[in-house]
């Protein structure tokens, strides 16, 4: 089990960008995979960015070229570095880590199917055009 803290939202113009940090805490061992997901109200959670089993990123089509995602294991975080942001990028982020067993949110990366069962609290991020 793992807990995870967003921080790094806020509020920016078009154009402009954003890095959100995600403080990992507990069995950091055991996680598999990592990734980004955003959520607007009323829409279907959104996973943006995502680090696989074998440490390969991977992104949506839609922040392909603008987002970045890394990992510092010395310091126990996530990082997704939001460049080039839009007012279509405005939403809830959260970070979330699984293990090989079940999770709460199932999603295909690359071939295979991950499932997610550890999440931040979230962080908004707000673009203004």
């Known amino acids: 089990q793992v807990h995870m803290v967003e921080s790094g939202g806020g509020s920016v113009q078009s154009g402009g960008s954003l890095r959100l940090s995600c403080a990992v805490s507990?069995?950091?061992?055991?996680?598999?995979?990592w990734g980004w997901f955003r959520q607007v109200p009323g829409k279907q959670r959104e996973g943006v960015a995502f680090?696989?089993?074998?440490?390969?990123?991977h992104y949506a089509a839609s922040v392909v070229g603008r987002y970045t995602i890394s990992r510092d294991n010395a310091r126990n975080s996530l990082y997704l570095q939001m460049n080039q942001l839009s007012p279509e990028d405005t939403a809830v982020y959260y970070c979330?880590?699984?293990?090989?067993?079940?999770?709460?949110?199932?999603?295909?990366?690359?071939?295979?199917?991950?499932?997610?069962?550890?999440w931040g609290q979230g962080t908004q991020v707000t673009v203004s055009s």
């Open positions: 979330a880590a699984g293990d090989q067993g079940p999770g709460t949110f199932s999603i295909p990366i690359g071939a295979a199917q991950f499932d997610f069962g550890y």
């Open positions: 507990g069995d950091i061992a055991s996680m598999t995979h």
């Open positions: 680090i696989d089993h074998h440490d390969i990123p």
